[in-house]
């Protein structure tokens, strides 16, 4: 005669499912932490003003330019003029586009940045990026 397998005790089962409890509990919170912190928006300061770069030389702010972040809505900038601009996540493009007397794009550059490079203020001098874009 075969012997069937002893039961598994109560307290066995139950234990094992306390544990699955909360095993997915924590996942959830792990989830709910990354969202919020991959979906987060950052409202940024965009300025364009005269900056001393790293090697010791004055440049000059940038006459008119638009400014993309994450291809979103245009940022308008003039020469010493600040504004706003949105970035959701961590990781961004900044696309800035350098305009004529007729607002048209003369020239074009791309950089990424992340919000940890610009530390807490979130400000960005927008010709010191142009310049960094090369």
């Known amino acids: 005669m075969s012997q069937l397998p002893t039961p598994v005790s109560r307290r066995r089962i139950i234990l094992k499912h306390v544990l699955v409890n909360v095993v997915l509990v924590v996942l959830l919170v792990l989830l709910g932490a990354w969202c919020y912190s991959e979906g987060k928006t950052y409202k940024i300061t965009l300025g364009n003003s005269a900056f001393t770069g790293r090697d ?4 000059p702010a940038l006459e008119a330019v638009e400014v993309f972040i994450d291809r979103e ?17 961590k990781k961004h493009t900044m696309e800035i586009r350098l305009l004529d007397e007729n607002d048209k794009p003369i020239k074009s550059r791309r950089i990424q940045f992340t919000i940890a490079e610009l530390g807490e203020e979130l400000e960005i001098n927008v010709a010191e990026f142009w310049l960094r874009a090369k």
């Not at 940022?75 to 996540?89: C, I, P, R, W, Y």
Request: proline share 5%; glycine share 14%.
């Open 56 to 59: 010791g030389f004055e440049y």
């Open 73 to 89: 809505e245009p940022v308008f900038l003039l020469e010493d003029d600040s504004a706003s601009g949105k970035a959701m996540g």
